[in-house]
């Protein structure tokens, strides 16, 4: 079964420093798709930003960017110039081509401090 | 568009209650589900839909029911409630496929005494 762990419970960082969550996964699978969602106090869960395994690109979202180890099941998230609005908690999440119900496969979360 | 709507935002139960999450879309996204969030962890998926008059178990789907009449609607009930219900309730729709982004509603808090 596919596992995701996010193995930082917590973290913090200065503002408009640079942040990097760490996430890993198990999988035998070649193809799937890697999510990063964040969650503020509100408990909205957004979508920060999505990758695609066949892609070799990493993706990037204005200030959001991952570090995509396919050999190595890594995917980190890079924060740059962090600002208070990013302090929240935030999920990498799993999803493969093999479940036949869409599910995605869940870290624990990393808690994300902004110091001011 | 409002996106995925819940209600409601928050409810005490007590144990044997039963009640209904109301959950609704206005994107037209055939595939819906239910997952529940406990402390330090991912979230959980209870059930699903594909479509209406369409739906599956998920992980976690003990003590829970659902169904799908319409595509803009996936309410969940809980028949008779227990204090390992007490969690927070999500909400998710995509269009059809694995490649779909899920967008989330806001969530309901629910407490089961």
């Known amino acids: 079964a596919q596992t995701v762990t996010q193995s930082q419970p917590e973290m913090s960082v200065q503002e408009a420093e640079t942040v990097t969550l760490s996430c890993t996964y198990d999988?035998?699978?070649?193809?799937?798709?890697l999510f990063w969602y964040k969650q503020p106090p509100s408990r909205q869960m957004i979508l920060v930003i999505r990758q695609e395994a066949y892609k070799q690109q990493n993706a990037t979202e204005n200030r959001f960017s991952v570090n995509f180890q396919k050999a190595a099941k890594s995917f980190s998230l890079k924060i740059s110039d962090s600002q208070l609005g990013d302090a929240a908690m935030y999920f990498c999440a799993y999803r493969s081509p093999m479940d036949s119900n869409y599910q995605l496969i869940w870290g624990a979360g990393t808690k994300l401090i902004i110091k001011p | 568009n409002a996106g995925v709507t819940q209600t409601p935002k928050f409810q005490v139960l007590k144990t044997g209650q039963s009640m209904t999450l109301q959950c609704a879309q206005d994107?037209?996204?055939?595939?819906m589900s239910w997952y529940r969030q406990d402390p330090g962890m991912g979230l959980r998926l209870i059930h699903y839909s594909v479509g209406a008059g369409i739906t599956d178990q998920g992980e976690v789907p003990n003590g829970y029911n659902v169904s799908r009449s319409t595509t803009e609607d996936f309410p969940l009930r809980l028949l008779s409630a227990a204090p390992s219900q007490t969690s927070v309730y999500f909400c998710a729709s995509s269009y059809s496929g694995w490649s779909e982004t899920q967008y989330f509603g806001p969530g309901t808090r629910l407490l089961v005494l």
């Open positions: 994107m037209n996204h055939e595939y």
């Open positions: 999988t035998s699978e070649s193809d799937y798709y």
